[in-house]
């Protein structure tokens, strides 16, 4: 069965703090990973991975994927009360092709950072 | 704002009721994705169509349908409404999968 697994569920920091959010993976027909933050309306894209060591970077925010442990990291830098927020990790699993497809969401991690 | 536009922004209904949600995806996206979000579940996956077709399906019930029109908006139909079916409903969109997807605002829906 597939499954995206996030840790941690929840943490807390103040500001200026670096975080690392992990989130790994087993799925069959792996095509990316995505990265997603949802605070108190919908989710807004943060990055999509499809490469094994390639960082992806956003400002204070970061992510690198290791397909080969089958792992993602979300890096946050220096974070801010505006940070707070829960950050969601998707896996696309598909046979490719512009065929079936399925999007497979981790629980999330829950980062509050406190002023 | 992601240009994906959902609509009602927010449902009441009994027990037993159907609800028709809609989504609007983004001008240029052929895909849409219909999703559920409760409390006690989480986000989960419940159907994909792509320029009217449908093409992948996740953890959606008998009691859920869906369909993709020529203009490529998007219902989902929820038939004999339980208290459990109460969750904010995403619908997104990417140009094609496994485009990015963006998400539309959700459609709180609310089951007394």
């Known amino acids: 069965e597939d499954k995206v697994v996030q840790s941690p569920l929840s943490l807390v920091v103040h500001e200026g703090d670096t975080v690392t959010l992990n989130c790994s993976y087993e799925?069959?027909?792996?095509?990316?990973l995505l990265w997603y933050k949802q605070e108190k309306k919908a989710p807004t894209f943060l990055f999509m991975l499809?490469?094994?060591?390639i960082e992806k970077k956003s400002g204070r925010l970061s992510s690198i994927l290791d397909k080969k442990e089958l792992f993602s990291i979300l890096n946050i830098t220096a974070t801010q009360t505006g940070d707070s927020a829960i950050y969601l990790c998707?896996?696309?699993?598909?046979?490719?092709?512009?065929?079936?497809?399925?999007?497979?969401f981790g629980t999330g991690t829950l980062l509050a950072v406190q002023p | 704002d992601s240009g994906v536009t959902q609509t009602p922004k927010h449902l009441i209904t009994a027990t037993g009721q159907r609800v028709t949600l809609r989504c609007s995806p983004r001008?240029?996206?052929?895909?849409v994705y219909w999703y559920q979000q409760s409390l006690d579940q989480g986000l989960q996956f419940l159907i994909q169509?792509?320029?009217?077709?449908?093409?992948a399906k996740g953890n959606i019930l008998e009691r859920f349908s869906a369909q993709q029109f020529p203009d490529l908006h998007s219902e989902l139909n929820l038939s004999s409404l339980e208290l459990g079916d109460s969750a904010l409903y995403f619908c997104?969109?990417?140009?094609?999968?496994?485009?990015?997807?963006?998400f539309g605002p959700g459609t709180r829906l609310t089951v007394l």
């Open positions: 997104a969109s990417s140009v094609a999968p496994p485009d990015t997807q963006y």
């Open positions: 799925v069959t027909n792996f095509r990316s």
């Open positions: 499809t490469s094994s060591g």
């Open positions: 998707a896996v696309e699993a598909g046979r490719g092709g512009g065929a079936t497809n399925k999007l497979i």
């Open positions: 001008s240029g996206d052929l895909s």
């Open positions: 169509y792509y320029n009217g077709e449908e093409r």
